[in-house]
C-alpha cells in the first residue's frame, strides 16, 4: 500500500502564498506519476496539477496555469504545490494522488486513474 502524507495547507489572505508538499513511500516517490486534485465543499473532486517521475511534463488546470507550480524531489520522495496569487475560489482540501504508471495527457485530469490518494490538507483563502 503506497502511502501519501500532504501538509502545508492552511488559512491565508487572498493575493498570498502557500506551499504543498506530499511525502510519498520510496517506491511512490521516486517512479510514480503524481497529481494534486482540489474539492470544494459540495463540489466534485477537480483536477489541479500532475507531474511525471522525471518531472519532465507537467500538466496544469486553466484554472491555476500561471498562478500554481508543481515539481518534485525524487530524492526526497516529495512533492509540492507552490501558490501564488491565492483567491477565494481556491479554498478546498487539497489532495496528493498517485500513479503506477504514466498517464497520458488525455487521462491525467481524471480522479479515478490514481489509485492511491492523501488524507488532504486543508487551504483556506480569506477575501
Known amino acids: 500500500q503506497e502511502q501519501l502524507v500532504e501538509s502545508g495547507g492552511g488559512l491565508v489572505q487572498a493575493g498570498g502564498s502557500l506551499r504543498l508538499s506530499c511525502a510519498a513511500s520510496?517506491?511512490?516517490?521516486?517512479?510514480?506519476?503524481m497529481g494534486w486534485f482540489r474539492q470544494a465543499p459540495g463540489k466534485e473532486r477537480d483536477f489541479v496539477a500532475a507531474i511525471s517521475w522525471t518531472g519532465g511534463n507537467t500538466y496544469y488546470a486553466d484554472s491555476v496555469k500561471g498562478r500554481f507550480t508543481i515539481s518534485r524531489d525524487n530524492a526526497k520522495n516529495t512533492v509540492y504545490l507552490q501558490m501564488n496569487s491565492l483567491k477565494p475560489e481556491d479554498t478546498a482540501v487539497y489532495y496528493c494522488?498517485?500513479?503506477?504508471?504514466?498517464?497520458?495527457?488525455?487521462?491525467?485530469?481524471?480522479?479515478?486513474?490514481?489509485?492511491?490518494w492523501g488524507q488532504g490538507t486543508q487551504v483556506t483563502v480569506s477575501p
Open positions: 520510496e517506491r511512490t516517490g521516486r517512479s510514480y506519476f
Open positions: 494522488a498517485a500513479s503506477p504508471i504514466t498517464l497520458p495527457p488525455a487521462v491525467v485530469t481524471g480522479a479515478q486513474d490514481y489509485p492511491y
